[in-house]
């Protein structure tokens, strides 16, 4: 049951930051209270599922202009009741969102992030607490722009688009990871 691997892989968690470590206690909280606490009928609040895809190289990350949002952002969201994992919903996601086939998926998360969104409900805004994992992908892979998006593209790290400020905390901490990995 994906609550069950939720609930597991959030409290074995080693949150990289204070930040994180308090999400990550409200997310548990959340989900201890809600046995529906992953699907969308949760309201108003649900976890939600994504990926930030960066470059091998760790100086490029591919993000979707949101059609609803109308920003870009990385790829995610709602749990689906064919989803046996947060993992495999974020890669899931990833996959209808981006249309990458070739990627590296770290099944570890990388980092929590809650936000309000006004268009997922009729009934009101709902908050998302969303679990971001980190996937690297090679640029030259192909990739498609999907119903949801008005594009998907590849962005250098130096020349990222507005966004809002919470988005740059998380794929700050995604080019980190990649660039320490490929340190070691």
């Known amino acids: 049951m994906i609550r069950d691997d939720a609930l597991a892989l959030l409290a074995g968690w080693r949150p990289p930051s204070p930040h994180d470590e308090a999400l990550r206690d409200r997310y548990v909280a959340h989900l201890q209270a809600h046995p529906d606490g992953l699907l ?31 920003a870009w952002l990385a790829f995610g969201g709602h749990i689906e009741p064919g989803d046996a994992t947060l993992a495999g919903a974020a890669q899931r996601e990833l996959v209808e969102e981006s249309g990458l086939t070739a990627f590296e998926f770290d099944p570890s998360p990388l980092s929590l992030d809650e936000h309000a969104v006004d268009f997922c409900s009729d009934r009101g805004t709902v908050r998302h607490l969303d679990v971001r994992f980190l996937a690297t992908a090679t640029p030259d892979d192909e990739h498609v722009v999907s119903d949801e998006s008005l594009d998907v593209r590849w962005w250098p790290v130096s020349a990222l688009p507005t966004t809002f400020d919470d988005m740059y905390r998380l794929i700050d901490a995604a080019v980190a990871r990649v660039r320490q990995s490929t340190s070691s």
């Open 40 to 70: 969308k009928g949760c309201f108003p609040d649900h976890l939600t599922a994504g990926a930030i895809v960066v470059s091998p190289a760790g100086d490029a990350v591919l993000l979707n202009h949101h059609r609803k949002a109308d």
